[in-house]
């Protein structure tokens, strides 16, 4: 192409002059190119580059060359055709509508500024929807095995106090004289009498078979059957402790993962165990696995998602507790031999596991560590995943810099004073409902004549009570829902002093129980939920980690708790939680509301010292 004169332009068919040349030319040029605008970095004002590209069998060089239009001071080259625009550039292409009738957009004006709160609401909506369920079934579908690891050692370690036969004249010579013969195959017979399995008596099971049994983990040694149950609690709170680190530093992904398959191999290896002192061991592992993996799991799902979701999405990631424990029921009563429980529960965890591969990374946790267009990237995948196709791509997103270490991590609960005193209150809150909640899981055998029954009626409740949250939430707030929640509980322990007889089966005491657990585990539930939502997402990972190693502490104490089911005078036990119910009440109340809230992002959006940065992505 030749180069223009100021004052003329040629026609390509014709040789005639146009009186408007530069005019001519620029009409020619739209039509026989294709046009594209791209923003171009660094200019003032949003400037453009304008890079055109000819369309088929347009013929727009001359051997070869390219041809630019010189506007301005700045400078765009292409192989085919440039131009260039600057600040103060006059080009008619880009001012005069008339002859330009391709608008050339600036999408720096237009970009749409937002918090990072925002954006998540933006890009995954504020209501759940199908997508919502679908993908958060998937994902959780680790919950089943938190409960049924948990009590893996209540049915597998089954001991029919109640159901046992003489084998030696030492026996029979007992039951002759002893005069209440209708109380005889007892507890307290088998373990007051000094008689030995095997020799003296044999537990009728009807073909099962129990650790307990196996191992002689009854009367005297139950308190070791006790241990059985209660360390796996002690594993979660080592556990706790190494991945408050872990977490805020490498992610949530890789340590959740990680945890899991630690928990997948304990259960695994249980199933082999030669003797109680294996069997320990490996259930401190699975604590540390499981509890980990789970609390990970939650703190990384909720972080995709505006908090006016998160108590409805935990309601419903907790029911696959419920879930899990209505499967080991099933398959305790199913399953005769206790080691082929522990291998089912396995193959569980490990498919489990599966889905977690496939979840990407915390986009709060990416933003934290300044990987701020990775986090975009990820949000706009998870948009898409529950159907509404949004994009960042017009869109800042403004968040804090917090330059953190392990050291800062643990300094800035001096340093924020109000942060630090939050974070303080939760610790206790976490061990008081824990242990008012595991008191009553390992305890349903002794307030219940039928142990499986009886496990799946505290299964439903706890059904209830991860939904109860909703409601309690939504009238009455977060903060006022959870003060709501202990107050049953201490109502309903109130109830259960009351020794009265309905039938054979139920009693005033074992249903005022029954609802005063569905209250417990409620608070219990709604505790993790509050903990993620008062908590800036720089330290979420380890707080949650503290508080929930505090809560392993109660969770250790439940199953020694529930021996007191065993005093004859059944108030005194009721009448100690309702103690610990009232405590808890305070403890909520000395701390924020986060209601109608958004999620902090680092400690001085909880209040206190200034600091941070603020950017933009």
Partial sequence: METLNPNEARST????????????????????????????????????????????????????????????????????????????????????????????????????????????????????????????????????????????????????????????????????????????????????????????????????????????????????????????????????????????????????????????????????????????????????????????????????????????????????????????????????????????????????????????ESPRFLITRGRAAQAKAVLEKASRAVGKMETLRDIELSYKVHKQSILGQIGDFKKYPKFGRQSALLAPLWLLTCSLGYTFQFGWGKLSSNLYISYVLAACSSTVAFNLMIPANKLAGKKKGLVGLLSGCVVFFCLAMVDYQISEFWSVEFIASLLGFLCTISANTMTYIYTNDITPTSHRGMVTCICGSFGRIGSFLGPYLQLLFNLPDRRIPFGIFVGLALLCIVTVMLTDDPTGKTMPQTPMDIGGKDGGEEETV
């Fill in 13 to 360: 068919d014709g040789g005639e002059v146009f009186a408007n040349p530069a005019a001519r030319e620029e009409e020619k040029l739209c039509e026989s190119l294709q046009m594209e605008s791209l923003p171009k970095a660094g200019v003032p004002g949003g400037s453009n580059l304008i890079t055109v590209k000819p369309t088929a069998g347009t013929d727009v060089s001359d051997g070869g060359h390219s041809t630019t239009e010189k506007v301005g001071s700045e400078t765009a080259t292409r192989d085919d055709v440039t131009i260039e625009e600057g600040p103060e550039a006059k080009s008619p292409m880009s001012e005069d509508p008339e002859r330009n009738p391709i608008p050339l957009p600036r999408p720096a004006d237009n970009m749409r500024k937002m918090t990072f709160d925002e954006g998540v609401c933006e890009l995954m909506g504020e209501r759940i929807g199908v997508y919502h369920v679908l993908i958060i079934v998937l994902f959780l579908s680790y919950g089943l095995c938190v409960d049924s690891q948990t009590y893996l050692t209540v049915f597998a370690g089954l001991l029919p106090y109640d159901s046992w036969i003489c084998k030696s004249n030492y026996c029979q010579e007992l039951y002759q004289n002893f005069t209440d013969k209708e109380n005889f195959y007892s507890k307290k017979v088998l373990c007051e009498s000094n008689m030995k399995m095997g020799d003296d008596f044999i537990f009728e099971t009807g073909g099962r078979t129990s650790l307990a049994i196996e191992w002689g983990l009854f009367c005297e040694d139950e308190l070791k059957m006790a241990s059985l149950s209660s360390i796996i609690f002690a594993g979660a709170y080592a556990g706790f402790l190494i991945a408050s680190v872990l977490f805020d530093k490498y992610g949530r992904k890789t340590v959740t993962i990680s945890s899991g398959f630690i928990s997948f191999l304990a259960v695994l290896a249980s199933g082999f165990s030669p003797n109680y002192l294996t069997m320990l061991g490996l259930r401190f592992l699975m604590g540390l696995g499981k509890n980990v993996c789970w609390a990970g799991l939650l703190c990384w799902l909720l972080e995709f998602l505006p908090a006016s979701l998160t108590i409805p999405v935990s309601a419903l990631g907790y029911c696959s507790h419920s879930l899990g424990l209505l499967l080991l029921d099933l398959v305790a009563y199913l399953v005769y031999d206790w080691r082929h429980i522990f291998h089912i529960i396995s193959v569980v965890t490990f498919v489990s596991l599966l889905p977690l591969l496939f979840l990407p």
